[in-house]
């Protein structure tokens, strides 16, 4: 499902993953839009000019997006989109807090937008290594790890369980590895969403 060109809803695909504007939870977090509810607007520029923004606002259940958008050569449409939070338990009784992709319905921590803000698989989104952003690569090696350990690949989901017959000391090894690269992974996309959005 969801894979480029599965055409389950509109947008602009392209190869590069810094052309799509991105909405991270953990962000929207620090920089306490999910404590004001009131509308607060994201902007992406580039070269000191606004690209494109769009108005947030927390609500019960979720995240109001609304924006202006359109597929290259439509007529622009009102996009109004209550995007839903999800919860997980955490492993010492807490519970955390993830958007639920509308299209696909899976837990996500990042929405990317073309016309609408879907998750990274539903984008079918791939990071090219000569397109990656400096964050892109903590992040892959992170994933490259969880596939060896057969998870899924997804940093949205927990750190897979010790396979059998692999050693402990190498299990943990592979552990710290990835709390060391996911740790990176979020400070530069933090630094890098901060830039966006001066
Ligand atoms: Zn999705």
């Known amino acids: 499902m969801g894979g480029p060109g599965s055409g389950r809803f509109g947008g602009i695909l392209t190869d590069k993953c810094e052309d799509y504007r991105s909405v991270d939870l953990t962000w929207l977090k620090r920089k306490g839009t999910l404590d004001s509810w009131g509308w607060s607007t994201i902007t992406w520029s580039r070269g000191g000019e606004v690209r494109s923004s769009i108005q947030v606002k927390r609500e019960d259940c979720g995240v109001r997006f609304r924006y202006r958008a359109r597929n290259q050569g439509?007529?622009?449409e009102d996009v109004n989109e209550l995007m839903p939070f999800a919860y997980t338990r955490?492993?010492?009784?807490?519970?955390?807090?993830?958007?639920?992709?509308?299209?696909?319905?899976?837990?996500?921590?990042?929405?990317?937008?073309?016309?609408?803000?879907?998750?990274?698989?539903?984008?079918?989104?791939r990071y090219k290594s000569q397109y990656?952003?400096?964050?892109?690569?903590?992040?892959?090696?992170?994933?490259?790890?969880r596939e060896r350990l057969g998870g899924s690949g997804s940093l949205d989901e927990l750190f897979p369980e010790k396979p059998k017959g692999m050693h402990w000391r190498t299990y943990n090894r592979l552990k710290r590895q990835d709390d060391l690269l996911t740790d990176r992974w979020a400070t530069m996309t933090m630094d890098w969403m901060d830039k966006l959005t001066g």
Not at 91 to 102: A, I, M, P, T, Y
Not at 110 to 123: N, T
């Open 74 to 76: 439509d007529e622009w």
């Open 90 to 125: 955490t492993n010492f009784g807490g519970r955390r807090r993830w958007f639920e992709c509308l299209s696909c319905r899976r837990n996500c921590r990042v929405l990317y937008g073309g016309k609408y803000y879907r998750c990274r698989r539903c984008w079918g989104l």
């Open 132 to 145: 990656e952003p400096a964050w892109a690569r903590p992040l892959s090696k992170a994933q490259k790890i």
